[in-house]
C-alpha cells in the first residue's frame, strides 16, 4: 500500500475536523474537532517521515502530541468557565461582543 | 561480496552531500540565549512562589520578579550585543538564530514589555488591579460582587506574561518550523488565559478568551499542516533547507505552495492582518486592558518577526509566485481596518480596527524583501508597539462608576475636565494616523519608500488613501474630545500611580523621541539581515 493514501486519509481528517469547527455550535465540539485536525496533521508527518526516510517527523509528531495536550488544559479551563457562567457551552449564545 | 560493494557504492555516493547544517555550528554558546533564559526562568520561578508564598506577598514579590527578569534579560542581551558576531549565530543545535534583527526584535520586545508589565501591576487606577481577585469565582454571583471591590488579584498574570514573553522572543529567532511552532503555542496560551481575567465586566472579558482561544486553535491547526506539508516537500523543517529545496528541484510545487499558503495563514492570524482578524476587535475589547496593551505590541512584533523570518528566509526564491497574493492581503487588511475602523462606536474596538490597517502597512514592508523593506519594517514595528502601549494605558484612566468608560460619546469633552490626558492621547492618535513629528510618520515613511524602490508603487497608493480614510476616526476623536460639552454624569479621568504614569511617559517619549530623531534607530534597525544557515 502506498503511503499516498495515508496523505489523502490526513488531508480528509484535517477538512472534516476545519468544516467541524465551522459549522458546530457547542464548544467542546468545536475543540473536539481542532484536535482532529492536529491528529490529522500527526498523520501526515509521520507518513512524510516514512517517505523521506528521515525520523525528524515521528519526533515532531511527539511535540504535537504534547502542545495539544497543553493546550486541552487552557481549553478546557476557559470552556468550563464560560459554562459554569452561561450554563451553556454554546458558541451563539457568547454573543456581548460585536460591531 | 556483490552486497558489501553495492553498500560501499551507497557510502560513497552519499559522501558529496550536503554537509548537515548544525555541523558548521560555532562553539555551543548559551551568551546568546540568555535573555531567554532569564525571562523563562523567571516565569518557572513565578510559578513556583505562587505555590509557596502567603497571598499578602505574591503581589510585591511577583512585581519585583516580573521587573527583574525584563530588565535583567535586557542587560544580557546590551551585554552580547556589544561583541555579537555581525553575521549572527546559531544557537541551540541550530534551532534559534540570533541575528542582527533577531536581536532588535528581542529589544523591542523587551522594552514594550517593561511597559507591559507596570501597568499591569498597576493598583492606583482601580483598587487592587485590572485582575479579578480569583478567577474561580462566577460572575454575577454575591462573591463576585464582593471581589470587584476587594484589593486581591490573581498573580498568576506575572509568570503567564514572562512565558508569553519568552515565546515571543523565541518565535522571533527560531531557525525551524517545529521551534517556531512550540513557540507560537508558547505566546498564545498564556495570552489566552489573560484574555479572560479581567475583574469587571468577566462575561464580555470570558468572552474575548474563548473566542480567542477557538480561533487561535484553529489558525495554529492550519499553521502546523502547513510545516507538515512543508516538510514533505523540504524532507526537514529547517528553513534554510525549504529555501534551498525551494530553489531548484523538480519537486512537487503543490506540497511547498500549499503548504506556505496554511503556513501563512496561522502566521497572519496572529498578526491579524486582513481577512484573519476576525478575533481582534472582540479580544481587544473583552480583555482587561493592560493585557490588550501587551498583546497589541508584544505580540504584533513577534508576529511580524517571524512572518518576516519565514518570508526572507524560507520563501524568498520563490517570491515571484506567492508575492501577488500578499498583496491582495495587505489591501484588504487596510480597506478592512480603515473602513470598519469608521464605523466603530468604542474606543478599544477602534484601536483594534486601526492595529488591523497597521497590520496591512507593515505587510507592506514585509513582502519588499529587500534591505530596505526590512529595516523599514522593524522600525514600524518598534514605533507602533509604543504608541499603541501608551495609547491603551491612556484608555484604562478614563472611567465611571462601573469600571472603564470605552464608549466614544463618554470622552466627549474629555479636554475640560483632563487637558493633560486629552493632549497626550491626541498625539498618540496623531501619531497612530502618521501626522509629521510623530513616530509613525517616519515609520510609515521608511516602509512606503522601500515598498516603491522594490516596484510596489500601486500598493502604497492604496496605502496612503487608507491612511487618509483612517486618519478620519482618529481626527474624529480628537474633534469629540476638544469641541463636545462634557455629559454631567461623564467619566472620571483618574490620576495614574507611578507605575501606569511611568509606562504612558515612556511610550509617549519614544513616540516623540522616534519622530524627531529617527537616525540612531533606523542605524539599529538596518545593522544587518537574517542569517541564513
Known amino acids: 500500500m502506498t503511503p499516498t493514501y495515508y496523505l489523502l486519509l490526513s488531508a480528509l ?50 511535540f504535537v502530541m504534547v502542545v495539544a495536550a497543553a493546550e486541552v488544559v487552557i481549553g478546557l479551563a476557559i470552556i468550563m468557565s464560560i459554562f459554569r457562567t452561561r450554563r451553556t457551552a454554546s458558541v451563539d449564545d457568547s454573543n456581548l461582543l460585536k460591531y | 561480496m556483490s552486497v558489501i560493494s553495492s553498500v560501499l557504492l551507497l557510502a560513497q555516493e552519499q559522501a558529496p552531500l550536503p554537509v548537515p547544517s548544525d555541523t558548521k555550528v560555532q562553539a555551543p554558546s548559551l551568551g546568546a540565549v540568555w535573555p531567554v533564559l532569564i525571562v523563562l526562568g523567571a516565569a518557572c520561578l513565578g510559578v513556583l512562589l505562587e505555590a509557596l508564598l502567603p497571598r499578602h506577598l505574591r503581589w510585591s514579590t511577583q512585581v519585583v520578579l516580573s521587573l527583574l527578569a525584563v530588565v535583567g534579560a535586557g542587560i544580557a542581551l546590551v551585554a552580547y550585543v556589544s561583541d555579537a558576531p555581525a553575521a549572527g549565530e546559531l544557537a541551540m543545535k541550530g534551532t534559534l538564530a540570533i541575528d542582527r534583527p ?82 507560537l503555542e508558547v ?14 465586566r468577566r462575561l ?58 496554511l503556513l501563512v495563514i496561522g502566521l497572519l492570524f496572529k498578526a491579524s492582518v486582513g481577512p484573519f482578524h476576525t ?31 519565514v518570508l526572507q528566509v524560507a520563501f524568498e526564491s520563490t517570491q515571484w509566485e506567492w508575492r501577488g497574493v500578499l498583496w491582495g492581503v495587505a489591501i484588504v487588511s487596510m480597506v478592512i481596518g480603515a473602513v470598519l475602523g469608521l464605523t466603530q462606536t468604542d474606543v478599544k474596538r477602534m484601536i483594534a480596527y486601526s492595529s488591523v490597517a497597521h497590520a496591512g502597512f507593515l505587510l507592506i514592508g514585509s513582502i519588499a524583501l529587500t534591505e530596505k523593506g526590512l529595516s523599514g519594517t522593524l522600525f514600524y514595528l518598534l514605533t507602533y508597539g509604543f504608541t499603541t502601549l501608551a495609547a491603551f494605558g491612556v484608555i484604562s484612566l478614563v472611567r465611571d462608576s462601573s469600571g472603564e468608560a470605552t464608549h466614544l460619546s463618554q470622552w466627549a469633552g474629555l479636554a475640560k475636565r483632563s487637558p493633560l490626558l486629552a493632549g497626550v492621547f491626541t498625539f498618540l492618535l496623531l501619531a497612530l494616523a502618521g501626522i509629521p513629528l510623530t513616530s509613525g510618520f517616519v515609520g510609515k515613511f521608511v516602509v512606503f519608500e522601500a515598498a516603491i524602490a522594490d516596484g510596489m508603487a500601486p500598493l502604497v497608493v492604496v496605502a496612503l488613501i487608507a491612511s487618509a480614510v483612517a486618519a478620519f476616526f482618529y481626527l474624529r476623536v480628537i474633534v469629540l474630545m476638544y469641541f463636545s460639552e462634557p455629559a454631567a454624569d461623564g467619566p472620571t479621568v483618574t490620576v495614574p500611580g507611578a507605575f501606569t504614569t511611568a509606562a504612558i511617559t515612556l511610550g509617549v517619549l519614544v513616540t516623540l523621541l522616534l519622530g524627531l530623531a529617527p537616525a540612531f534607530a533606523l542605524d539599529w534597525a538596518g545593522s544587518g539581515a537574517f542569517a541564513i544557515h
Open chain 1, 13 to 62: 481528517l484535517f477538512t472534516i475536523g476545519a468544516v467541524g469547527v465551522l459549522v458546530r455550535r457547542n464548544a467542546i465540539v468545536v475543540f473536539m474537532c481542532v484536535e482532529l485536525m492536529l491528529n490529522a496533521v500527526n498523520l501526515s508527518l509521520v507518513t512524510f517521515a516514512r517517505i523521506n526516510g528521515s525520523l525528524s517527523g515521528q519526533i515532531m509528531a511527539f
Open chain 2, 102 to 183: 533577531g536581536l532588535f526584535l528581542w529589544g523591542t520586545l523587551l522594552a514594550l514589555a517593561l511597559g507591559a508589565v507596570l501597568l499591569i501591576a498597576d493598583r492606583s487606577v482601580e483598587p487592587g488591579g485590572a485582575f479579578v481577585a480569583s478567577a474561580a469565582i462566577r460572575p454575577g454571583t454575591l462573591q463576585d460582587r464582593a471581589q470587584v471591590t476587594s484589593t486581591g488579584m490573581q498573580t498568576e498574570v506575572f509568570p503567564l506574561t514572562l512565558f508569553a514573553l519568552g515565546g515571543m522572543m523565541t518565535f522571533c529567532v527560531a531557525n525551524d518550523l517545529l521551534t517556531m511552532f512550540v513557540a
Open chain 2, 187 to 200: 505566546l498564545s496560551l498564556p495570552l489566552y488565559l489573560m484574555c479572560g481575567l479581567a475583574r469587571r
Open chain 2, 204 to 261: 464580555l472579558s470570558q468572552e474575548s478568551a474563548v473566542k480567542y482561544f477557538l480561533l487561535g486553535a484553529f489558525a495554529s491547526a492550519f499553521f502546523l499542516y502547513g510545516v507538515a506539508l512543508l516538510y514533505g516537500y523540504a524532507g526537514s523543517v529547517r528553513l534554510s533547507d525549504i529555501s534551498s529545496a525551494a530553489a531548484g528541484t523538480d519537486r512537487s510545487d503543490t506540497l511547498l505552495f500549499a503548504g506556505m499558503g
Open chain 2, 279 to 309: 478575533w481582534t476587535p472582540d479580544v481587544y475589547q473583552g480583555a482587561p486592558t493592560p493585557v490588550t496593551a501587551f498583546m497589541a505590541a508584544c505580540t504584533k512584533v513577534a508576529a511580524f518577526g517571524g512572518i518576516l523570518r
